[in-house]
Nanobody
Framework: QVQLLESGGGLVQAGGSLRLSCAAS????????MGWFRQAPGKEREFVAA????????HYTNSVKGRFTISRENAKNTVWLQMNNLKPEDTAVYYC?????????????????WGQGTQVTVSS
């Protein structure tokens, strides 16, 4: 099993930056692809970014390409989401998730483990 704990959310003005962190427990962190998802009030949870087990491949939803960067360090059992040029529409609870499947996936229900989420609020 993997336990995930997000941190780094907060309130930021449009155009600002935040860096989210997700710390994982356990010794098998490198066995999981890692993803970031977000959920705004009244909306479904949506895919934001994913990174492969060794960090060699990444995938982003179109709305964050060029603004967000996902990265990981397996020795630290940590994955990050660097968010630049934030927009009010980025406001949501952000979740990290772990997936044991062989390929990167973008569908929330296919991920095996989830953190509790961290709130990101972008003011205009």
């Amino acid at each position: 099993q993997v336990q995930l704990l997000e941190s780094g959310g907060g309130l930021v003005q449009a155009g600002g930056s935040l860096r989210l962190s997700c710390a994982a427990s356990g010794r098998t962190f490198s066995s999981y692809h890692m993803g970031w998802f977000r959920q705004a009030p009244g909306k479904e949870r949506e895919f934001v970014a994913a990174i492969s087990k060794e960090g060699g491949s990444t995938h982003y939803t179109n709305s964050v390409k060029g603004r967000f960067t996902i990265s990981r360090e397996n020795a630290k059992n940590t994955v990050w989401l660097q968010m630049n040029n934030l927009k009010p529409e980025d406001t949501a609870v952000y979740y990290c998730a772990a997936d044991r499947f062989v390929a990167l996936r973008t569908v929330a229900h296919e991920y095996d483990y989830w953190g509790q989420g961290t709130q990101v609020t972008v003011s205009s």
